[in-house]
């Protein structure tokens, strides 16, 4: 079946760096782009940004502009993201999502990582 | 950034009854909007897509509509397993902003 399956729960310092991993499997990878969605504790969705698993081209949000790198590995069908220079406001769970093209919904989901941002 | 805003923030609701949340975005974004359902520690599922479509294997009790700014969900007779929050994302444009979510109880 298709799925997204995402790298565990990471606990870092403020000024470290964190990257999540997001395996596909049941599908074309390079047919969608993958986007990543973050939601704080207690907060609603955040869109960090995309990158088609076509070509590499990626779209980041302004917040996470120069802090952010989404790539992808098409030998094993998985997508990165890589947020730097951490804060306690990073605190959140993060979460990947394949895009379905034309109406940009994000039909398929990863299970979430946890990432703790802790002195 | 295309604003996003949903009421109620929560309600509460017996078992058959018909739920309503609104959705608004703060500029005209067409049909550019998706319904999604998460529940606890569970990653957020693709109900409604175009304001209107379900998507497929989502039960018929669900449905969308709306066009421009305001935008309605229903959920035509509760059942227990639709507790949950429900938000709204629009794709008028990016960054892709999402509504801050209705936590849906059961009576």
């Known amino acids: 079946q298709v799925q997204l399956v995402q790298s565990g729960a990471e606990v870092k310092k403020p000024g470290a760096s964190v990257k999540v991993s997001c395996k596909a499997s049941g599908y074309t990878f390079t047919s969608n782009g993958i986007t990543w969605v973050r939601q704080a504790p207690g907060q609603g969705l955040e869109w960090m940004g995309w990158?088609?698993?076509?070509?590499?081209?990626?779209d980041y949000g302004q917040k996470f502009q120069g802090r952010v790198t989404m790539t992808t590995d098409t030998s094993t069908t998985t997508a990165y993201m890589e947020l730097r220079s951490l804060t306690f406001d990073d605190t959140a769970v993060y979460y990947c999502?394949?895009?379905?093209?034309?109406?940009?919904?994000?039909?398929?989901w990863g299970q979430g990582t946890t990432v703790t941002v802790s002195s | 950034d295309i604003q996003m805003t949903q009421s109620p923030s929560s309600l509460s609701a017996s078992v058959g009854d018909r739920v309503t949340i609104t959705c608004q975005a703060s500029?005209?974004?067409?049909?550019?909007l998706n319904w999604y359902q998460e529940k606890p520690g569970k990653a957020p599922k693709l109900l409604i897509y175009?304001?209107?479509n379900l998507e497929r294997g989502v039960p018929s009790r669900f449905s969308g509509s709306g066009y421009g700014t305001d935008f309605t969900f229903t959920i035509s007779s509760l059942q227990p397993e639709d507790i949950a929050t429900y938000f709204c994302?629009?794709?008028?444009?990016?960054?892709?902003?999402f509504g801050p979510g209705t936590k849906v109880g059961i009576k």
């Open positions: 994302q629009q794709y008028e444009d990016l960054p892709l902003t």
């Open positions: 175009d304001a209107s």
């Open positions: 500029q005209d974004i067409s049909n550019y």
């Open positions: 999502a394949r895009i379905r093209a034309a109406i940009w919904g994000l039909d398929v």
């Open positions: 990158i088609s698993a076509n070509n590499g081209n990626t």
